[in-house]
């Protein structure tokens, strides 16, 4: 929509959202950092703080001062009927509330506090530690309070499969395959240090004796459960009995030394693994069982790093400190240069200068396990972190490479040259069906994710219509609109419609992140706003749209229709919830690149400017983003301000 568009809807929503876009501007503007770059907080759950003080009672570094800390935060975070949530107002989570209650226990909370009998109470209720999944009894497990003998056993000898053996660890999507490593050598170890108290109080005796989680999500079909079941079997007896044999025990030693040699390969300058907090924590883990004691300077890296993802905040009951899983500051920092754009910041603008030499600077140019699959392909990429050089990912590139057209650079910065490696190295990384995953190439291979080890996330990295899009948008940019790697994904992302004419969103909340970016892709791509896919999307927008003029999703959405928390057992509907600054925002992104709508997209742009904050910003407590559907949700606490930024800006014809 141009500035007279706006105008002819309503001089006054103009003037409304110009008012609103200045303030907002200024706000990310003061927000930029020297050196560049944004970096707003990226909020999860409190499994993240909870498993942080479990892994520094195993090394024997907890103190009180982190302990008492982070203890004021898991509190803060319980709920009403005193469990834990994996999201905002989301629904109680068994595994979550389990750890969380173990931390507090080692904080010294006494079982007998309401707050943590009425947390015991609601686990028995819910199943105990019997039911809770794979990754949280094997931190229990680390503590006597669960027996490794009742967990999936996944070998070392993994590492010896080639790349087209099924099982391999090039199988697993990049974040699995990091966590999956070092729990083969932690689970060969088996080691257990036990903690100053029992939980005898979280067991339900019958749940107890089967020794198996009652998931009735379960990942497994029927066959393949019966099939990866008798696997696990004879993978237990093998351990048991067969690591007996002096031969078989030197090629468990020979695993287990490829493993550490993996791990410590795949060590980031900063001391993380991958800029994510499960491979860390397990990859610490598995290397201080192996004999790297605590001054090892791998260790001693990886430990002090995890200083850098700690939040530390001052409240009325004392401070508290909480850790955050990963950083965003490669994807914030292109955001806010395409809002800023957007928002009609020239590309000379020293702000858009500073953020596109630092973005610049980041570009991996190395190898990484994304090879595997494409091992022709010359190294390029970004990824979502600032250490993270292993993992270039999709969907951080084609953002970087429409923010790079927000700024000028000078002559002699090598952005041209950028530009045209990231370009290939995107085409490059598209899948044999035409779309895009967010790190690996056809990384489709489902046999993984029947394994009985696989309870919780996702566990490959097919192509999403959300990432597709984003890599749709940016080569369309590039004038590549007309050329068959665009026309397969455009191909592609047709196919991916659903039949009430949204797109399913993989890593934002949910048919509207997707929607919205299937909608501006398909136009950049030369799809015509007539043509029936996105006539049927404008529809679905529109239809969507909150009385209040904004758009939310619940994230009971990307729960089964039939499930006890499923969106249709609590009157939410797929498309359907509060309203938020960041949906509003991605609605209006598709509605605008449409050029329908405009009654629709008044009263968003209304909705925006009557609930920002004096600031400039909005409040946006809702979890907005994707880890893992169903499992793991972020509050991206920038999204609420660089989205609308761009839906003001779009509106009022700063993109030009």
């Known amino acids: 929509m141009t500035m007279t568009q706006a105008t002819e809807v309503g001089s006054d929503t103009a003037a409304t959202a110009r008012s609103a876009l200045g303030r907002a501007a200024r706000h990310l503007l003061d927000l930029q950092d020297e050196q560049g770059w944004w970096q707003g907080e990226l909020e999860t759950n409190v499994t993240i703080d909870a498993e942080d003080l479990l892994l ?39 595994s979550t509330t389990v750890e969380a209650y173990v931390a507090l226990r080692l904080a010294g909370d006494s079982p007998d506090a309401y707050h943590l009998a009425q947390a015991a109470g609601w686990i028995r209720t819910a199943g105990g530690i019997a039911a809770t999944r794979v990754f949280t009894r094997i931190w229990l497990a680390l503590f006597g309070e669960w027996s490794w003998d009742d967990l999936p056993v996944m070998p070392p000898e993994l590492i010896y499969l080639p790349s087209w053996f099924p099982l391999n660890v090039s199988d697993w999507a990049c974040w699995a395959r990091q966590t999956i490593v070092p729990l083969t050598i932690v689970g060969s170890l088996r080691p257990v240090r036990s903690l100053p108290f029992g939980l005898s109080e979280l067991r339900v005796p019958a749940a107890a004796a089967k020794g198996r989680p009652a998931a009735p999500e379960a990942p497994a079909d029927a066959i393949w459960g019966r099939v990866f079941g008798e696997l696990d079997r004879a993978l237990h007896v093998y351990h048991r009995h067969g690591l007996r044999a002096a031969p078989l025990r030197a090629v468990r030693a020979a695993a287990i030394r490829r493993c550490a040699d993996w791990i410590i390969a795949r060590q980031e300058k900063d001391g993380c693994w991958g800029g994510i907090q499960p491979p860390w924590v397990y990859s610490l883990i598995a290397l201080h069982l192996l004999g790297y004691d605590l001054s090892h300077p791998v260790i001693a890296r990886g ?25 965003s500051p490669v994807w914030d920092t292109v955001l806010a240069m395409i809002a800023l754009g957007d928002a009609g910041l020239p590309p000379e603008h020293q702000a858009l200068v500073r953020a596109g030499r630092w973005v610049l600077a980041e570009e991996i140019r190395g190898p990484g396990d994304w090879q595997v699959r494409r091992p022709g392909l010359e190294p390029s990429g ?40 990231a370009t290939k190295w995107l085409i ?13 190439a056809d990384n489709t291979r489902k ?6 080890f696989c309870d919780f996330g996702e566990v490959i990295d097919p192509p999403s219509a959300d990432v597709t899009a984003h890599a749709i948008e940016a080569l369309s940019r590039r004038g590549l609109g007309g050329s068959k790697p665009v026309r397969r994904g455009v191909a592609w992302l047709l196919r991916a419609q659903e039949s009430d004419g949204s797109w399913f969103g993989r890593w934002g909340a949910n048919y509207v992140y997707g929607t919205g970016a299937a909608v501006p892709a398909l136009i950049a791509a030369g799809v015509l706003p007539t043509k029936p896919v996105i006539t049927r999307a404008v529809s679905w927008l529109v239809e969507h749209q909150n009385p209040d003029g904004g758009w939310g999703e619940d994230l009971r959405s990307y729960e089964p229709p039939g499930s006890q928390y499923g969106a249709s057992q609590h009157g939410v509907a797929p498309g359907r919830g509060e309203s938020t600054a960041s949906q509003t925002a991605w609605a209006l992104l598709a509605l605008l690149a449409a050029g329908g709508a405009a009654g629709s997209v008044d009263r968003g742009v209304r909705w925006l400017a009557q609930t920002q904050r004096p600031d400039g910003t909005w409040d946006e407590p809702q979890f907005t983003g994707t880890g893992f559907p169903r499992d793991f949700y972020i509050n991206y606490h920038l999204y609420r301000l660089v989205f609308p930024v761009s839906a003001l800006g779009r509106y009022l014809g700063g993109a030009g």
């Not at 430990?303 to 950083?327: K, M, N, Y």
């Not at 990384?429 to 995953?437: A, E, I, L, N, P």
């Open 56 to 94: 520094r009672e195993f090394l024997g570094i907890r103190t009180a001062e982190q302990t008492d800390a982070t203890a004021r935060w898991i509190r803060s975070r319980q709920r009403p009927d005193g469990t834990w949530s994996n999201s905002y107002g989301g629904k109680p989570d068994l």
């Open 303 to 327: 430990l002090a790093a995890l200083d850098s993802f700690t939040v530390w905040a001052e409240t009325p009951e004392g401070p508290v400190r909480r850790i955050e899983a990963c950083q």
């Open 382 to 421: 970004w990824a979502f972190e600032f250490n993270n050089d292993v993992y270039p990912d999709i969907d951080d590139t084609a953002e970087v490479l429409l923010a790079l057209e927000r700024t000028t650079q000078p002559a002699d910065s090598g952005l041209g040259d950028a530009i045209e490696r």
């Open 428 to 440: 490059g990384m598209q899948s044999r069906d035409g779309g895009w995953g967010a790190f690996d």
């Open 447 to 452: 046999m993984v994710t029947k394994l009985p």
